[in-house]
Structure formats: structure tokens, C-alpha cells
């Protein structure tokens, strides 16, 4: 179990990460991205910053590259706005959870849909 400063310090980075993706990149395919969470080292030396990207396989595997490419400068970032003794070691994942509750959403619809189940608050037609 994380304690409590590496909890924090992963928000911070998460945030951190956000800002400077949404503000200083200029990489045309960095676009519809949302970083979901930062899962920082208990020796706080590599953190794996997970990200959703809207779009298709290519658009996110395009947005992953570029993220790679831009990975010295986000560093670099911030560490200089954390000011902490060691910058992490930034590492980029596509952030697949989204993509599998959807799916299993789906899959509890078409299960509902296929009995006589009725959700508490959908009216019978």
C-alpha cells in the first residue's frame, strides 16, 4: 500500500503532466487526451502515467509516440515545478479501463435487453 506521500505525489504529478500537455505541447497529434492516473514508484525514481485518448487504434497509438517523443521535456517540466530531488522517470500507457467498463456496460445492456429484467426506474413498454 502507497503511504500517503506517494499518493500525493502522484496527483501532483498527474496534474502536473495535464497542464503541460494541454498547455505547452505543440504536437498536432497530441489531441483529445486525458491523463487518468500516475502510479509513481515507492522509491519515487519511475512513474507510469496512464492516458486516455479519443480516437480510433491509430490516433492513439500516433498520440503515444508523440508523447514518448515530448517524454524529456514533460520531464523536465516537472521537475522544475515539483522541486523535488529526483524527477520520475516518466513512462506512457494507454489507459485501457475506460475502453473495458464500456464494454461490459454494453454487455449487461444487451443481457437486460435479452430477459424480462427490468432496471428500478425504466418503465415497462
Known sequence: MPSRRVERLSES???EVSKIILY????PRISFITVTNVEL???LK???VYISVLGDALTQRKTLQALEHARGFIQ???GAHLQIRYT???TFYLDESLKKSQH??????EAV???DITIEGELEE
Request: charged share 35%.
Open 88 to 90: 520520475p522517470l516518466l
Open 13 to 15: 504529478v498527474k496534474q
Open 104 to 109: 461490459i456496460s454494453n454487455l449487461i445492456d
Open 46 to 48: 519511475r512513474a507510469k
Open 76 to 78: 523536465a517540466k516537472v
Open 113 to 115: 435487453k435479452g430477459s
Open 24 to 27: 505547452e505541447l505543440k504536437d
Open 41 to 43: 514508484a515507492s522509491d
